[in-house]
């Protein structure tokens, strides 16, 4: 891996995929043996290079969410805050250089954790990793939960939405960072800023599109407005 500067956020550093990486070779299954034309692609340098792990790099929703907490350092600072599906950790880094009295990292990959833990010490930053999912259970007691980016599969969404709303239940502030993928909540979403950010897979030099920072409002049902339980 390579470090280097976010796109829109010089302040941070990460270790993120680059052609002559070879990361991508961490997305085939443990234990099998690479086919003739995966050999033959580790050995195209110039080729182009598969899909590379999702936390290798900065996506856009979690991207416009660090930079919406670095300029407004006082969304958390002083607080416990929560980076829910952390990938490469950006966010939880954000919080933490902001001044969060406690940043708690969630991710599943342990490729991802390591790579957190790189990501963390490369920005002089501490932050607590949990290595498992834990939507399925109730929140951790923190003040603040940032979700950047976790809306681009139906199955993941069905089981983040709910743990969202365990968390306004027991008081928690949500924020959402999104380039609008397909299966965004829309209707529970507040705007709160937008911000122009390069996205995950998009070529170099290409026009960047907006994407919005949210706050995670309650279900309105019958003109009043509730958590799921």
């Not at 991508?24 to 290079?49: I, N």
């Not at 969404?157 to 829309?186: E, K, Q, S």
């Amino acid at each position: 891996m390579r470090i280097a500067p976010v796109a829109a956020l010089p302040e941070i550093r990460l270790y993120a995929a680059h052609p002559a990486s070879g990361m991508w070779r961490l997305t085939r299954p443990q234990g099998r043996a690479a086919e003739p034309e995966e050999e033959a692609d580790e050995a195209d340098e110039d080729g182009p290079e598969p899909q590379p792990p999702y936390w290798a790099y900065a996506w856009a929703g979690g991207a416009v969410l660090a930079r919406y907490i670095l300029d407004r350092p006082e969304t958390v600072a002083g607080l416990r805050v929560l980076d829910l599906g952390a990938g490469s950790g950006l966010v939880g880094i954000a919080a933490a250089r902001a001044g969060a009295s406690e940043v708690i990292a969630s991710e599943i990959d342990r490729n991802g954790v390591a790579a957190l833990g790189l990501n963390a010490a490369a920005n002089g930053v501490a932050i607590a990793v949990v290595g498992e999912d834990i939507t399925a259970g109730p929140p951790p007691p923190v003040d603040v939960v940032a979700a950047g980016d976790l809306f681009y599969r139906q199955d993941l969404a069905d089981r983040v939405i709910p743990f969202l709303d365990r968390c306004l239940a027991a008081g928690i502030n949500v924020l959402i960072g999104d380039p609008g993928r397909a299966y965004l909540p829309r209707s529970r979403l507040r705007l709160l800023a937008e911000y122009q950010v390069p996205d995950v897979g998009q070529a170099k030099g290409a026009a960047t599109k907006p994407s919005g920072v949210f706050s995670f409002e309650p279900e309105q049902l019958g003109g009043e407005f509730r958590s799921s339980p």
